[in-house]
């Protein structure tokens, strides 16, 4: 099991991911919205989760992660069928394996 701060650590590096992904998938005009929506609420969920995270309840913070990895996984699915840019695609691709693999560390 990861220790306090090193779930920290890795929470921290997930929350670059992901605004950089809301940046990518903001900028790139072409886009799918079904993409920029999904990572959209992804980001929407990020402040709840820093106080999950902060909260050193470990069913909490593993349930939290869960959750974050679905939507992952839904966004990574939709690069799949709606084929969007290399850019877009990328950073889509590292937020589902950023969540991903804190998912495994943490089960």
Known sequence: MLQAAEIQQRFSQ??????????????????PSEIRDCIQRIAHEMPEAQRVMQSNDQSGIIECIDRLEEMGDEAKRMCRTQQPSPQVASVVTRVHDVLSDLKHQLH
């Open 14 to 31: 997930i929350q670059q991911t992901i605004n950089q992904a809301e940046e990518v998938t903001r900028n790139d005009q072409g886009a």
